[in-house]
């Protein structure tokens, strides 16, 4: 509700303030959306006029060049005649990295989701509070801990499940190895790791916890299931955490970069974020020669030579940015309803 | 009897309970705990990665503390989290402005200020602003006739310039609004009742009510900002003499580039007691719960 | 009813984990039948894909798909895999690691970003290959082979060709900047120095056209410059307490980073910057901002095909699609060349990508490993290249200058079918003089990688900070080296290592330049090198 009250609103000093908010507002829009309109201009310009000084606001020629490259290509024909397939910066044709970054995202969102509710709605209704104690700081501790340092860990458990060790020990007093299982190469890798986070977890139980427990004992007494409960009464109360749940996983999951460029090593499974920073560093070189290293530069020559160079990075980037936004739309309405967070509690 | 009753029921509840928070207890203990144990064991060792390692007690530590290096990223880890919070007040005073504008500019402004790009993309847009050849920034700098500035490659500008590409990702913005709506109209009309000016009832009514929300942010954009590492690792790999590495950069470079896992380690050890202490003082004169 | 109760449950699922258990153990007996090598294939396409570009005759693909059956035949025993490895992208050297840590890594792989060859020696990531190269010992050029040596054991082999450094310049601005040498081309002359280097960068720059004489990258023109001071980054410590000391503040690399200081910002004659990384640099030389081009990782694939240009001999080049037009040449650097330790840095001399082989394979995997490489490079594969490019008449195939000599018996002479400026080249490139490199006197450094982390530093400070003292940042960074980072004392070197090795580098350098040796670098020898094991 706003807080300058509608009756004072015609007076000269009111209508002079609620003017000035407006305009800082319609300003801070219109510095927010610059960088949006340089993506995009900069995505339909043709590639000479990319390196132009000083940069056209407009473009003179636009083309859609740069969106049909990524997109077509995954091969071209060389200056001699000869089929170079295989530019190794970017094997497939965009769609491939499209559908990896829907199948990494919607298979997180499918796990993540429910394992969080149910494990977040056992500790906020159903365990005894001393366990329930015990177990929140089990599940929330992990929040705290800056996840790189368990990068290489985590790298080798995915390798044979569930051992965090360089290779597989033996069975005591055998010869035999555990059974083990090697998620690496696959999306499993990235989904079930996502399995539980510690973030949603904190956001259900805060909306839980404002659940009153009378309803719930309510109906246990009528003699309903903690199942039913669970589907009857607690999900339709909580719809709106479950779409800002969801919306956030979304977005964590299909801007998630570290850990898929880690454990997927086939071109093929790459998703968005990985392959536009990958191309990106690419292009400014930011490869090995950061450190003097030696590096492939024939990729980059093609590249340059296929008149690709920020314009089609910015046009990938406008690709990877639409999904997120019609996520932003479709969960608009949810989110605004009612996000209840609650901290530590 | 009712006693024992309700013991028993809440036996049966733990037990179900239990089912329910089995997947959850095992991913968490899989990938959340049993990594992050083996890597703080790791900190005493020179870990390499084919060749058994060799115990070394503290010298991890002792090299890290004999690094300036290592009080620069901290350094530069602290002037980046400060503008965060800076910046952290951005989309409140937008959400608790945007309320006193009529209902279809709200709609409109909701959709162009808290639209989110993705945060890769938002990166890489940054980086092709900040270019002081062909940038966008520059160019204006340059059509207004001021002298142009080296963004990136001033050592001095250069965390100023890490800030931006976060004000493009996705802002807490939506949340707040969804706040702000809950707040119930009554307390405010019996506020102007009184005669309770803007000022009063932001402070009075708004900012109480908004204080749980907050507090959660607060703390998730600390614990955000101090881990810091795709914006510096892509915008500009630690940036002009180390002006701009972060700690989680400088971590994953012992660890991964420079080959000293356990150096990095210890060096994110420090980082989590670091963390651990800021989240203790913040929780005790930052308290949630206006109701209590 | 048999299945109630608690103990028969428990006995049912030991029996499972227990049956489960032994098959996997019996199927893994079953399984080694023949010996299964997976080989990197990077920048091909996987499964169908793969076919369908063999099908358009594309020769390099349709080749390492045909080659699989032909070493097949000759090695019945031999399974070849393909793998798809990413052997070049920025995480490259950091998927390889956490690989090898869990042994999923290919057959052979690329050392240079995983700490340089000699890094990787010393980790154990190569494996001892000595009794699966000796009969192709005279076939590989030694001076790019000797880096894979330690101790009279081979680690490693030439992954193809042989590499080196020059400068790229644009002909049509030393037209107009009037810079001609003493024939009346335009081009630098011959002997030039790091001065004339300086005064021509000043002469091409304009910045009014927004033209800029040199583009500096982080790193590259650093070792450039260093390198024809003849100092190395490191030098034993004196003392002896541990094995190196970090060389940063000595003389010659406070006179290098003054001088890239000054070229950016008392001569204003160059364009730089953090984000300024190889691939802008190349852009800006491409798209004409910059008139001269320094640390494009020039090999030879490139010079000769693609940019039509050899080093050392001025050729056309094309510099990108909307420049047809201009025309740019190769010069050589400054002498002499020098190595840094790992000889990852070699100007003006060749150098080879070299292959490790997986040490976690089995004896026979290693040594059918060594022979799929050889094959492909020296051996009969090589050789069936060669006759069916004669076959076909496919001639212009991008090729570098191989560091093997070709098994090429039984075939008519090299010269029908290969362009003539292979012939012409690989003998000028073997015979290039290349320093010894250290590895072979056993010196090694295993913090080599942090050391370099700390060189970053430094190296932008130069190119960013306009009123900077370089000697102090320098120091700082020498003192943080020697420290935290050379803190230690490596297994294995005494000061018997740095004697044998410094003095086969005197001997070369007095051989190579006896000039250079006479008037500069026998200061050097004594300052830096000599203390350590007199």
Redesign the interface.
Known sequence: ?????KVGRRKFRVKLV?LT??A??WI??IL?????W??FI?SIKP??E??????TLFPHRPTFAAYKIIFTL??YISS?G????????M??PMYVYLKNSLIITFGTMILQIP??A??A???SK???PR?SRI?FL??I?????????????????I????F?T??IPY?PFTK????AFNL?NTYFAVI??A??S??Y??LFK?FFDTIPDSILNAA?IDGAS?LSILRRIVMPISKPVFA?VSYFSF?AA??S??WP??VL????LYP??VQ???I??????????????????????KM??L?W??NG??A???V??IP??VM??IF?EY??????????? | MKKIAGKESQKRKSRLAKIFMSPAILIQFFFGWLPIGMAFAVCLFHYHILKPEEYVGLANFQDLFADPLTFQVFKNTFIYTGMRLAIFLLPVVVSILLMEMNKSTIRIMMYLWFFPIASTASIVIWKWMYNTEYGLLNSILMSLGLPTLRWLNDPRLVIFCLILPGILMYGPGLIYLATLQSIPDELYEAAELEGAGFWSKVWHITLPRMRPVLAMMLLLSIIESMSVFSQPWILTHGGPNNASMMVVMRIVDLAIYSMRYGKGTALAIILFAILMVIIIIQRKYFKEDIDR | MIFRGKKVKKLISLIGIVSLVMMTSAMSVFAAERIVIKVPTWGLPEGKDYYKVADTLDIGAARSLYNVPLFQMFHPNVKIEHMTWDMWSAEAGQKLLAALAAGTAPAFYYTGHIGGHQYAITEGFCADITDYVQDVKDKIVWSVWQDAWRGGRCYGLPAAGMYSRPLAYRVDWFKNAGIFNKKGEPAPSENWTWEDFRNIAIKLTDPRKKHWGIGIAVGWFWHEVLMSYGVQYMKPDPTGKYTWQGNLNCPESVATGQFIHDLVFKDKCALTGTEFWYGENLNAFKSGKTGMLIGINSTHITAINRWKAIPEIAEEMRAGKSYRDVVTKYVRLMYPPCLLNSGRYTRNSTRANLFAVNPLMSKEQIKAATDWILWNRQGKGKTWEFISRYLQGLVPYPQVILAYKVDTAGLPPVENYYPENYIKWEGKFSSIPRPPSQSTFGLKCSRENEFFSVLDGPQSAAISIPDANMKKILDEANKRVNTTVFNYKEKGITSENFKAYYNALKDFMEKNWPDFYKNYWIKIYERDYLPAFK
Do not use: C
Request: proline fraction near 7%; aromatic fraction near 14%; avoid cysteine.
């Open positions: 509700m706003p807080l300058i009250p609620l908010i407006g800082f507002l801070g829009v927010r959306m610059i960088p949006l340089w993506m900069t590639a000479e990319v390196y132009l000084i000083p940069p995954s091969g001699t000869a089929y170079i397939a295989h530019p190794s910066w094997t497939y394992i969080t149910l494990a709605y056992a500790i159903l365990e005894s366990w177990l089990f599940f501790g992990t929040m705290m801990i800056p996840g790189q340092i368990a990068l290489i860990p985590t790298y080798l458990l390798q044979h499940f569930p965090p360089r290779s069975i035999i190895k555990w059974p690496f079930i790791p399995g539980f510690a973030f977890f904190l805060g246990r903690e800002a977005s299909w801007n970069y570290m460029l880690m090593q086939r071109e093929k968005m974020s536009l920073a990958r990106s560093r690419l292009l400014s070189g930011q490869t090995m020669e950061v450190r003097g290293r030696e590096g492939l530069t024939e990729d980059l020559t340059i030579e008149g160079s920020w990075l910015m990938m980037s406008i990877e940015s997120v936004f932003f739309i608009r989110l605004m309803t009612g996000i209840k967070l609650r901290g530590f509690k």
